[in-house]
């Protein structure tokens, strides 16, 4: 199914591309209380290599066993036009939402080159009465203004931005390939300017790191100062797979922190319930100061049949 795309080899971002051949873009959307009908993820695997990325696993899947493959081996999904138009007007009958960048950054390194994120949103801005959202961490987001502005006029669209912290040398072990916090402000701003529906995401929060109320605030600030028109947070979560591979992380950078990080997840991909409320407040208290909304993510499912707090990763 996966063919190489010829020797398209990314030397700055340490990743070779392979196409893979997908029967449609967009993927319905599975019995889970997620906030979204449809979610489209132009690519599999994501160069930006944050190493809490809840995604690796899913490498597994297409035979990478190592999570490093994760971000080196990424695939790039080509597919069919027509389909994805169907698709598209199907979500729109339904008036469910198409979640663009779920599992994957939509606009990671690789969109500059393979364009195929944009070329959704072509389909997008041609199809008036749709509801979208797309997540990211990549300033390239930008590029597509012209197509964002013509989508927003006609169809719901929300960009939501993810930015964990605005230290940009944590953010460098964190996220180390991701654009700087700075600059993913400046890309909101830039939307936020341009009358589109901007949301700061601060997914994940990192207990011991990024969840103290100096970044918490400087985040919701810098959020505001951008125009954003909310925000929402998650708290880490970590299955085990990523759970060995975050700790692998850790311990080069903040071994310190090992031991607290051992005993919060010792019984579960999640942290303790009480210590996920209390950073949860923590967020909607600073985020109320500052002058924003913001909610948690289970907040905004359209479903409550299960419990809060899942994850999903819907290709
Ligand atoms: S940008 Fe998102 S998808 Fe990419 S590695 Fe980071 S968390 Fe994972």
Redesign the pocket.
């Known amino acids: 199914m996966a063919a190489r795309l010829g020797d398209v080899i990314d030397e700055r971002h340490k990743a070779e591309y392979r196409e893979l051949r997908a029967a449609d873009l967009v993927n319905r959307r599975i019995a889970r209380p997620m906030p979204f009908g449809n979610t489209i993820n132009p690519y599999r695997g994501?160069s930006?290599?944050?190493v809490?990325?809840?995604?690796r696993y899913t490498h597994d899947f297409l035979g990478h066993n190592d999570p490093i493959e994760?971000?080196r081996t990424i695939y790039v999904k080509r597919g069919d036009p027509a389909r994805l138009r169907k698709s598209l007007e199907r979500a729109r009958r339904s008036r469910t939402l198409v979640a663009i960048g779920t599992?994957?950054?939509p606009y990671?390194a690789g969109e500059g080159r393979f364009a195929i994120t944009r070329g959704v949103l072509e389909a997008a801005a041609r199809l008036p009465g749709l509801r979208l959202s797309i997540t990211t961490?990549g300033t390239l987001v930008t590029r597509d203004l012209d197509l964002l502005r013509t989508i927003a006029d006609r169809s719901e669209l929300s960009v939501n931005f993810?930015i964990t912290t605005t230290d940009v040398d944590l953010a460098r072990k964190l996220?180390p390939r991701?654009p700087r916090p700075d600059l993913r402000f400046k890309a909101m701003r830039a939307l936020a300017g341009a009358g589109i529906t901007t949301r700061l995401f601060i997914m994940p929060v990192l207990p011991c790191l990024t969840d103290g109320e100096g970044n918490l605030r400087a985040l919701l600030t810098a959020a505001r100062d951008a125009g954003a028109d909310g925000a929402e947070c998650n708290v880490l979560f970590l299955r085990e797979k990523v759970r060995e591979f975050f700790f692998e992380s850790l311990s080069a950078h903040f071994p310190e922190l090992l031991p607290a990080y051992r005993e919060l997840y010792a019984r579960s991909a999640y942290v303790p319930r009480d210590t996920a409320r209390e950073i949860e407040a923590r967020v909607a208290r600073l985020a109320a100061e500052v002058g924003l909304t913001s909610r948690w993510r289970a907040d905004r499912s359209e479903t409550r049949t299960r419990p809060a707090n899942q994850l999903s990763l819907i290709w």
């Open positions: 994501c930006s290599g944050c809490y990325c809840y995604a994760f971000e599992a994957t950054d990671q961490k993810s996220e991701a």
